[in-house]
């Protein structure tokens, strides 16, 4: 398809679990972002990367949650020692400008994790 | 304080009317602003930039107030598809968007 593919879209996993979330941006897209949203919550921003490299990890709410992208395309989003406080649903947005001024992510239809 | 704050709501207004919404922002700094569109259990999409001049979309004006630091927005003879969460987005240049955390409007028949 032509639009961010993310998988799974659904997640259960338990407490202390590992969990990995993927994210397929949009073909040629350089900027790849990943925010996490809660009920009744707007999207929070977590990183961004321009090509491989992370631009901005400072919304990483502490070192259990990391990401990569280490061919400039998909990325995955890796969470350890999951606990119930992660539970949300995990945006992935691509833009085709490295700064966003232009203001149009596209985002994908998320990966809804519940941690039990 | 958040960095975007918007009334919750919900608004629930009845087809035809106008209803509005306010953001405020609390980074002077800020250079850009959005209003984005999320629908039940979908992913957000930009509706349409807002520029210091004002700006209208057919039904939708936007308008931006820097010296107080907020924004609206404004639906004109509303739809029930305008049911939906209404985002305010800002940013400061090359950082990433931070959202608000939504108005849900209504449309009721």
């Known amino acids: 398809g032509a639009g961010v593919s993310q998988t799974p879209s659904n997640k259960v996993t338990e407490k202390g679990k590992y969990v990995e979330l993927r994210c397929d941006p949009i073909?040629?897209?350089?900027?790849l972002y990943w925010y996490r949203q809660s009920l009744g919550q707007g999207p929070e921003f977590l990183i961004y990367?321009?090509?491989?490299?992370?631009?901005?990890d400072s919304g990483l709410p502490n070192d259990r949650f990391f990401a990569v992208r280490p061919e400039g395309s998909v990325s995955t989003l890796k969470i350890q020692r999951t606990e119930r406080g992660d539970s949300a649903v995990y945006l992935c947005?691509?833009?085709?400008?490295?700064?966003?001024?232009?203001?149009?992510?596209?985002f994908g239809e998320g990966s809804r994790l519940t941690v039990l | 304080r958040k960095e975007v704050e918007q009334d919750p709501g919900p608004f629930n207004v009845p087809e035809g009317a106008t209803v509005a919404f306010n953001c405020t922002y609390s980074?002077?700094?800020?250079?850009?602003f959005f209003w984005y569109r999320q629908d039940c259990r979908k992913e957000p999409k930009l509706l349409m930039s807002?520029?210091?001049s004002g700006n209208e979309d057919g039904r939708f004006t936007a308008q931006l107030n820097r010296a107080s630091q907020y924004i609206s927005l404004l639906i004109r003879d509303s739809k029930l598809s305008d049911s939906a969460t209404y985002l305010c987005?800002?940013?400061?240049?090359?950082?990433?968007?931070?959202f608000g955390k939504g108005t849900r409007l209504s449309v009721i028949a």
């Open positions: 947005a691509s833009s085709s400008h490295g700064t966003i001024n232009t203001g149009e992510l596209f």
């Open positions: 990367f321009q090509g491989t490299g992370a631009a901005d």
């Open positions: 073909s040629g897209h350089t900027a």
């Open positions: 807002v520029y210091s």
């Open positions: 987005v800002v940013n400061k240049g090359n950082t990433p968007l931070v």
């Open positions: 980074n002077s700094a800020s250079q850009s």
